[in-house]
């Protein structure tokens, strides 16, 4: 079932960052990642702690049982929804450094190079990787929006269009760093991963569970690149290079 083999892609990334070789490509991302997701939790649930004293204040002594009550909803929400966007704006930061250790588990994987740049080819390639992390932000904004929307007004529906949706967008993420090394465009890697959904959303699935688990979430970024790099190995590298 292709939705299980995309978790177990997923989870493959664990035993490839530690992998000799592999080590010191992982150590900026995760770097990075510790540093600006943990930082900015602690000061989202800091503002969220503040917010709901503020609202409890307001409340009449008889409604005060509501804290209860919105703080599970809030926290899921903030977990699953603040983690989407905030992946997204984190690869705008870590997109060279994931695109490398992309590049070298393909290499790991295949002992075969994607190509002979060195590290001034390297360093022109920023502002492409970049580009493409912009186009990936543009993509995501107004469906995030739309999808939002629908989550607080479609009871039960629009939770599950959220969660679907939330699935798809880390898969785009993570999987995106391989094809982007190969120059597949933006359009036909959207493509590729529609023609084999399940692997999709299944990977998608396994990144949200562990984005919304405190800590075990500082070490998900290099981890998916990992496991969304082995799947691309796997599953569509053949279409764009012989061997």
């Given at each position: 079932?292709?939705?299980?083999?995309?978790?177990?892609?997923?989870?493959?990334?664990?035993?490839?960052?530690?992998?000799?070789?592999?080590?010191?490509?992982?150590?900026?991302?995760?770097?990075?990642?510790?540093?600006?997701?943990?930082?900015?939790?602690?000061?989202?649930?800091?503002?969220?702690?503040?917010?709901?004293?503020?609202?409890?204040?307001?409340?009449?002594?008889?409604?005060?049982?509501l804290e209860w009550?919105?703080?599970?909803?809030?926290?899921?929400?903030?977990?699953?929804?603040?983690?989407?966007?905030?992946t997204v704006i984190?690869?705008?930061?870590?997109?060279?450094?994931?695109?490398?250790?992309?590049?070298?588990?393909?290499?790991?994987?295949?002992?075969?190079?994607?190509?002979?740049?060195?590290?001034?080819?390297?360093?022109?390639?920023?502002?492409?990787?970049?580009?493409?992390?912009?186009?990936?932000?543009?993509?995501?904004?107004?469906?995030?929006?739309?999808?939002?929307?629908?989550?607080?007004?479609?009871?039960?529906?629009?939770?599950?269009?959220?969660?679907?949706?939330?699935?798809?967008?880390?898969?785009?993420?993570?999987?995106?760093?391989?094809?982007?090394?190969?120059?597949?465009?933006?359009?036909?890697?959207?493509?590729?991963?529609?023609?084999?959904?399940?692997?999709?959303?299944?990977?998608?699935?396994?990144?949200?569970?562990?984005?919304?688990?405190?800590?075990?979430?500082?070490?998900?970024?290099p981890v998916a690149?990992?496991?969304?790099?082995?799947?691309?190995?796997?599953?569509?590298?053949?279409?764009?290079?012989?061997?």
């Amino acid at each position: 079932m292709q939705i299980i083999q995309g978790m177990e892609y997923f989870f493959s990334g664990f035993k490839l960052i530690s992998q000799k070789g592999l080590k010191r490509f992982v150590l900026i991302p995760l770097l990075l990642n510790i540093l600006l997701f943990g930082s900015s939790l602690f000061f989202l649930f800091g503002w969220l702690s503040d917010s709901f004293n503020y609202i409890n204040n307001m409340l009449p002594e008889w409604l005060s049982w509501l804290e209860w009550l919105m703080w599970p909803i809030a926290v899921l929400v903030v977990l699953f929804s603040y983690s989407m966007l905030f992946t997204v704006i984190t690869n705008f930061i870590a997109a060279p450094f994931n695109g490398l250790l992309s590049e070298k588990v393909e290499l790991y994987l295949t002992g075969q190079k994607i190509n002979d740049d060195g590290f001034a080819d390297l360093v022109k390639d920023i502002p492409r990787m970049v580009g493409r992390e912009w186009t990936k932000l543009c993509y995501y904004l107004p469906r995030a929006i739309g999808f939002f929307i629908l989550l607080w007004i479609l009871p039960v529906i629009g939770q599950v269009l959220w969660v679907l949706f939330t699935c798809w967008m880390y898969a785009v993420q993570y999987k995106d760093f391989a094809f982007d090394n190969h120059k597949v465009g933006f359009k036909q890697m959207k493509d590729d991963l529609k023609s084999k959904q399940g692997l999709s959303y299944g990977f998608g699935f396994a990144v949200m569970l562990l984005t919304a688990i405190p800590f075990v979430n500082l070490i998900v970024m290099p981890v998916a690149v990992c496991g969304a790099t082995r799947l691309w190995v796997d599953n569509y590298r053949s279409k764009y290079r012989a061997g």
